[in-house]
């Protein structure tokens, strides 16, 4: 039990985003340089004494998946991570919102070209499709596109996407229908919409077991129990969606100590590259 409250007991802090930094080996790092970046992060999963702070963003990362080759600003990455490192094992809706709000997931999934006129779906699909609910989990393409209508205006300040804003010049005011719920917040007030949408998604049973199912799979086990998952995510759900609560009952768990946990993980490679870094000193 001391042991879990140690590996929980994580501070919502970040690492240096920007700038330079100068590791303890005597090794510069320029942050403007995607190698450098990843050299930093690398640095921080293998040295850090905040284990599952790392482990956490690198499981956020898969899930709302992004990538430089279209992002192309290693800094912006760099936040989004640091965003992870922040809420990671915060409360669900504040990580949602967060991410997007995000300037790099705003550019990946092209929300700064949704607007009242010219409506762009991609973050509407994902959003549900991969980040909440999961695939054929009972939405339709009219809530896609509603969805993606609740998030027009949500851009970014500048072509280089420096931070988020929201442009109430491009919002569509029009009333959209969300999983059976009607948003339609009246002027100024459109930036609401988003996140009215947002909760429209967390009150959704598919998205407390998927997201849930994703967790176990990342710590515990693939394909796991679906009654193990339906009382993590009822859990979930009692604990104002907090991740941190999620993993508290999972690794005190009998199930995660169980035969059927026991060695069912296949390292991924970044994980194989940490252990060979500890293991020679790299």
């Avoid at 450098?36 to 850090?48: D, V």
């Amino acid at each position: 039990d001391r042991c879990v409250d140690l590996l929980l007991s994580v501070p919502a802090a970040p690492i240096p985003d920007h700038g330079a930094v100068l590791l303890p080996n005597g090794e510069y790092l320029d942050l403007s340089l995607k190698e450098h970046q990843q050299g930093l992060w690398l640095f921080h999963m293998a040295a850090s004494p905040w284990q599952l702070q790392e482990k956490i963003a690198l499981f956020w990362h898969d899930h709302f998946t992004t990538g430089i080759n279209k992002v192309i600003v290693a800094e912006r990455m760099a936040r989004q991570i640091n965003l992870f490192r922040r809420h990671g094992l915060g409360r669900f809706r504040d990580l949602l919102v967060g991410i997007s709000r995000d300037p790099a997931m705003v550019f990946w999934l092209d929300n700064w070209l949704n607007t009242r006129a010219v409506p762009q779906e991609n973050y509407g699909r994902e959003i549900l499709e991969l980040f909440s609910m999961g695939v054929d989990a009972g939405y339709t393409e009219n809530d896609v596109r509603a969805m993606a209508r609740c998030f027009t205006g949500w851009t970014t300040t500048t072509s280089q996407g420096n931070q988020f804003w929201y442009d109430d010049s491009v919002h569509d005011y029009s009333a959209k229908t969300v999983l059976g719920r009607v948003i339609n917040n009246p002027s100024p007030n459109g930036e609401r919409d988003a996140y009215d949408a947002t909760d429209v998604i967390l009150a959704q049973p598919q998205t407390a077991r998927y997201v849930v199912r994703k967790l176990v799979e990342w710590f515990c086990q693939q394909g796991p129990d679906s009654g193990l998952v339906q009382e993590l995510a009822d859990h979930w759900v009692r604990s104002g969606y907090s991740t941190r609560a999620v993993l508290d009952v999972l690794l005190r768990s009998r199930w995660f100590y169980s035969s059927y946990a026991r060695r069912t993980l296949v390292k991924s490679p970044i994980e194989h590259i940490v252990g060979a870094m500890r293991q020679l000193g790299m």
